[in-house]
């Protein structure tokens, strides 16, 4: 039975990130958790597990860190919400490089290949690059609302806004938040569908009751909603003919 090490610093994604690994990888066996860099780089030796799924930004040493005490026997996937650390990832030998939220379908596809690996072990030594898997367009995330966590399809959400730490995620029926960046988010958005109006916004189109101009600038109005976006200089091109 293969063995993993979970390294996340945020208990919520961990558990989702545990179960869901429990329903795609029934014999794989989550010996530990760790929160933080000192704690996974412990576990490391005390546990020398098959495989490691490392969040990158975590207290103590990075994800990136702590990658160069893994053996050469464990396996390493980065799940992390930034994109940017990808080209570091590999050269850290890594079999895969998730960008949060992850979806079942997206973890299937390391599990696969995960297995794949065990089969037919890779000599020590060799480095190997693997080209990310490409990004799917998310269909669905999960956010807060106080309490609860909801399920939100993103199709239904009119617009994204930061808001501190957060994401506000907006739709006709009200708000939640999630804990994942603009810039990481615009990413893994349908841009069919969605547009970043400003650094801090990201609008469905579908959502558009019309825009409004006056001497200073564009903002949106939003269906239904009093709200109103602010479109930035550097996003005002695709509005200039509606």
């Not at 239904?156 to 806004?161: C, G, I």
């Amino acid at each position: 039975m293969p063995i993993a090490l979970i390294v996340e610093d945020e208990p919520l994604l961990m558990a989702e990130l545990r179960d869901q690994l429990a329903a795609l990888w029934p014999e794989l066996d989550i010996a530990g958790h760790a929160e933080n860099g000192v704690e996974a780089v412990s576990l490391l030796e005390a546990l020398k597990p098959d495989v490691v799924f490392l969040d990158i930004q975590i207290p103590g040493l990075t994800g990136i860190d702590v990658a160069r005490h893994v053996s050469e026997q464990t396996r390493i996937v980065f799940v992390t919400a930034y994109a940017e650390h990808a080209v570091q990832a590999f050269e850290a030998d890594a079999v895969d490089y998730i960008v949060k939220p992850v979806t079942a379908a997206r973890l299937l596809q390391t599990v696969k290949r995960l297995k794949t690996r065990s089969a037919a072990p890779v000599p020590p030594g060799v480095w190997q690059q693997v080209a990310p898997a490409p990004v799917q367009h998310l269909k669905w995330i999960k956010a807060s609302a106080g309490n609860t966590v909801r399920l939100v399809m993103v199709r239904d959400v009119q617009f994204f806004q930061s808001d501190g730490k957060y994401t506000r995620v907006v739709t006709q029926e009200g708000e939640a938040l999630i804990r994942l960046p603009l810039k990481t988010l615009i990413e893994q958005l349908d841009p069919a569908q969605f547009t970043q109006v400003h650094r801090g916004a990201i609008v469905n189109l579908e959502a558009i009751d019309r825009i409004e101009r006056d001497g200073t600038g564009m903002e949106i109005r939003i269906k239904g909603r009093n709200d109103k976006l602010a479109v930035s200089d550097a996003y005002t091109r695709q509005f200039r003919q509606m």
